[in-house]
């Protein structure tokens, strides 16, 4: 079984405009509200593509049943620790363009008490588990370290897999992880350079291999991906569709990688795997995430390269 963590759940409200004009009224043509959260993105995904996963996190008191209601509806099982206050609320805007702006919402703080819970969770859930994903923001009142923490309590035999953005994600390293997914972006971030060619975004991806990753998965938005475990290296080019949404495609990415992986796939595979389902995901409006009969349809059409 894969778990998959979610620490800050969100609302998501994508609407879809002809042009955002910042200071004038703007009209919406279309609107989609999904309950959402990047690990469970990840495991909704993983249950498309008939994995096995298990959702947990921290889940707020207003309106977090809705979020059970739409992971049952998936067949996903769930245990969450439930705290005050409602989710948060994330807004996006998506023009004619594709172009996406995003508003996203702080959320309510989250105690020491319900850490430790968490904690406390992970640590049996995990006992059942062969990989966990850790993915996403964190909390008002958690500190960056969480992720290391939480790492901390599973069996050692427990594959971790980390999809976060800076501290929190070279803090959490410091007790390995068997893949990470930055975007180019974040990996340049980590670089604190641009990174212009494949040679610098597989130098960079080193870096992250020296601090604890043993594969990292860069996404390149609609160019593809790269793979590396610093001995092989992979390109795979996504193939032209008509962009919807982008929200969701690299969430949709881990949970095709990692469910190759869990299989014994090579890295080539799972580069493809991943690269389908993040392409497959960017043909739906809003968060509705990829579907298993997109997934295949685009990975028949993808060729991988070594690099």
Known sequence: MILTICPNPCIDYTMELEALNVGKLNRVNGKNITYAGKALNVAIVLSRLK??????????NENGRLFEQNLDREGIPNTFIWNKGS???????IDKKSMMTEVNDKGEEVTQE???????????????C?????????????????YL??????????????DTEGQKMLLALENGAVLVKPNKNELEEFAKKELHTTKDILKASYTLLDKGAENVLVSLGR???????????YFCKSIQVAVNSTVGA????????????QNGAGLADILKSGVAAGTAAITKSGTLLCTREKYLEVLEGLKVEEI
């Open 114 to 128: 319900k850490q430790v819970e968490l904690l406390e969770l992970v640590s049996n859930l995990s006992k059942k």
């Open 130 to 146: 062969d990989y966990a994903i850790m993915s996403g923001s964190l909390p008002s009142g958690v500190d960056n370290d969480f």
């Open 51 to 60: 994995g096995e996963s298990y959702a947990t996190g921290f889940m707020f």
């Open 149 to 162: 923490k939480l790492s901390k309590v599973m069996p050692k035999s427990v594959k971790k897999v980390i």
């Open 223 to 233: 160019e593809g991906a790269i793979i590396t475990n610093g001995m092989k290296s």
């Open 250 to 261: 690299g969430d949709s990415m881990v949970a095709a990688a990692i469910l190759q992986m």
């Open 87 to 93: 989710v948060r609320t994330n807004y996006k805007f």
